[in-house]
């Protein structure tokens, strides 16, 4: 359990309040680690303490003050986890933004919130800062964190962390530190501490505000939950802007003690992973799905006697290291023979992964396939499954250890409140509901009623255990014109359990069939197509190769057969599909910057092949616009196939598997 504050001693209610605390209680703990030119440099809480006070000394020294809004641009940086704690400690609210947004998103995010300081972490942060300067009509400063190429840049109103903590150590020289103190001592639970803009999966981002209460709660809850303490390691990698990095790396962490470690680039996180083994791990369905993907490719090129041993010793684990994990109970010689298999391929294969240490794991945001959960944990991983929103401080359900199921997300988490509502949507209370929207009451007051009950848009139902499914978002949940309902995001998290498809969008709501999109994984589809002789010289003329459809034919023909024996969505098979001449991509609009279908956006700059899926062609020649790495736009042309499937009659009401 986490470490008790001390008898007598206040409870912290604000991040800064809680650094000063564990600069005391953890001293000599190690609180951060950065890997930096393949070197891990760490800092001890009592360290962080002191960089963290002269950095908020410094903003203090060029203007920052109590309410101004702090945007921070950048990966994950120790510098710009500690911007956090910084402008905090004086009153202000920081606004992460996502590190690959393009200048126009993030013109829109500082624009919004009224930013006056901007952290970047480095020149081509600075220079999407820069570009926009005129828009921010708010902005007065910008500093930056790596120094390299912004020597000839105009510094009269830009500085560099360096600089900043400089004048911060100069100003405690001369003034001391109590008033900082004092002012962080000052600090409630209920004032702002962070605002955090959606995905804008629906429309443009909206800012959610998020009080010290909200976060602190929530953490102190999840961390009891879990049993996190000072002595867990968590790698931070995800983007600095989504609240399940705030929570898990910057929330958590502070209340727990625990430490976090900072990659060398997102290039490094697998290798990095594996030096760190952290013992609390969050990553997507897609990071479990790709990490499979590339473990299943490489045990295609393996010796025959590998690849046997490897078979044999998963095979068991699939029968037995589930119940093992749950601390059922199995015979000796089943434990004897996984005990085996830990030694010879669960061991290797964890520390390959870098999941030797993990003790808690979660994965979130869509639903995993069966398969890739079961795979996990067979292994001995505590992989689980929670539903959570920005709104919600992260935390509305979890799974508790012993009762993990791939087709739930849980219980209601510590302090939740979960109700259905007539309409079959979900919705929450608890102690991390959201302020409210930053500058847009509406949208607040459409989400969030006057007894703090919040919509979530998703549809969803409590099975006979007590354990929450979600279906689908509620608004996208439709019918045929048959009268045949139809959950698109259920048919694509089905097409999406084959690791070929990376993505897939269905379409069918108020139409006679369900139609489908795919795109196809180029790491997985490019591996068989090199061990098949399968020569393409581009993902385009791959995802059009005949073979190619064949297996994505074969896969939606087993989607339409499980659909089939479920009563509710077997109306739902898939009628016809094609497979898109390109990868979806958050820069030209088509997913968030979370990686979420933009359902509507795709509908539209689409609707020519999806018009084509429904008038009978049997191909549809399209052109469509891309936005390239520099930012430089051209355009694609291909003629996309189009293939029908043959729909199977209904076996039977089976309702609890579609449920």
Request: net charge negative; glycine share 8%.
């Amino acid at each position: 359990m986490p470490t008790p504050v001390q008898a007598g001693a206040s409870v912290p209610c604000t991040f800064p309040q809680y650094l000063l605390l564990n600069a005391q209680r953890f001293g000599a703990r190690t609180a951060m680690r950065h890997k930096d030119h393949g070197v891990w440099k760490s800092w001890t809480w009592a360290e962080l303490s002191d960089e963290v006070r002269a950095f908020s000394l410094g903003l203090k020294a060029i203007g920052l003050k109590s309410g101004d809004k702090v945007a921070i641009v950048g990966h994950n940086r120790p510098r710009l986890y500690w911007a956090f704690a910084a402008a905090q400690a004086l009153g202000a609210v920081p606004v992460p933004v996502y590190a690959d947004s393009v200048a126009e998103e993030m013109a829109y995010v500082l624009d919004h919130a009224g930013v006056h300081f901007a952290i970047c972490q480095d020149q081509e942060q600075v220079d999407k800062v820069l570009s926009m300067v005129d828009k921010l009509t708010d902005l007065h400063k910008i500093v930056y964190d790596e120094a390299r190429g912004m020597r000839d840049y105009d510094h009269t109103n830009l500085h560099s962390i360096d600089a900043i903590e400089r004048a911060g150590r100069e100003m405690l020289a001369s003034d001391g530190d109590a008033a900082w103190k004092e002012e962080i001592a000052a600090g409630t639970g209920d004032a702002l501490a962070v605002m955090l803009y959606t995905s804008g999966t629906t429309g443009k981002p909206k800012g959610v505000m998020l009080s010290f209460d909200n976060l602190v709660v929530s953490a102190r809850n999840g961390n009891s939950f879990d049993g996190l303490t000072e002595k867990d390691t968590i790698l931070a990698y995800l983007p600095l802007a989504w609240v399940g990095d705030h929570v898990f790396t910057y929330a958590q962490a502070y209340v727990a003690g625990y430490c976090v470690c900072c990659p060398e680039s997102a290039e490094t996180v697998d290798s990095d992973r594996r030096e760190i083994a952290p013992s609390y791990f969050f990553a997507p369905p897609r990071v479990f799905e790709n990490l499979l993907t590339a473990v299943m490719v490489r045990m295609e090129d393996a010796g025959p006697t590998k690849k046997r041993m490897f078979d044999h010793f998963m095979a068991h684990a699939r029968r037995v290291g589930e119940p093992i994990l749950n601390g059922e109970s199995v015979g000796l010689w089943d434990r004897l023979k996984y005990g085996l298999g830990e030694l010879l391929v669960y061991g290797p294969l964890k520390n390959r992964m870098g999941f030797t240490r993990m003790r808690v794991g979660y994965t979130a945001g869509e639903a995993i396939g069966p398969e890739i959960f079961r795979f996990y944990r067979s292994l001995g991983l505590n992989l689980k499954q929670l539903y959570g929103q920005t709104e919600a401080s992260v935390y509305i359900s979890a799974q508790p250890d012993g009762e993990i199921r791939a087709d739930t997300v849980g219980r209601p988490s510590p302090d939740v409140e979960i109700q259905i509502a007539e309409s079959g949507e979900v919705m929450y209370r608890s102690p991390g509901v959201f302020l409210g929207y930053y500058r847009n009451d509406e949208a607040t007051r459409d989400t969030k009623t006057h007894d703090n009950w919040v919509h979530t848009g998703d549809a969803g139902f409590f099975d006979h255990e007590g354990h929450l499914k979600i279906i689908d978002r509620a608004k996208d949940v439709g019918k045929l014109n048959d009268g045949s309902l139809f959950a698109p995001k259920y048919i694509e998290n089905k097409l999406k359990f084959y690791p070929n498809i990376k993505e897939a969008v269905a379409f069918g709501d108020g139409r006679d069939f369900c139609a489908v999109f795919l795109n196809i994984d180029l790491t997985a589809v490019g591996n068989w197509a090199e061990r098949n002789n399968v020569s393409y010289a581009s993902y385009q003329e791959l995802a059009q190769h005949p073979q190619v459809y064949s297996m994505m034919e074969e896969h939606v023909a087993q989607v339409n057969r499980d659909l089939a024996g479920e009563d509710m969505m077997a109306g739902s098979q898939i009628a016809r599909f094609l497979v898109l001449h390109k990868e979806l991509d958050a820069d030209d609009g088509e997913l968030t910057r979370t990686q979420k279908v933009r359902r509507s956006f795709i509908a539209e700059r689409y609707a020519p092949l999806i018009e084509a899926l429904y008038d009978g062609s049997t191909e549809k020649y399209v052109e469509t616009e891309v936005t390239f790495e520099d930012g430089r736009k051209g355009k694609i042309t291909a003629t996309v196939d189009i293939r029908d499937m043959k729909r199977l009659p209904v076996a039977g009401a089976q309702k609890e598997a579609a449920e």
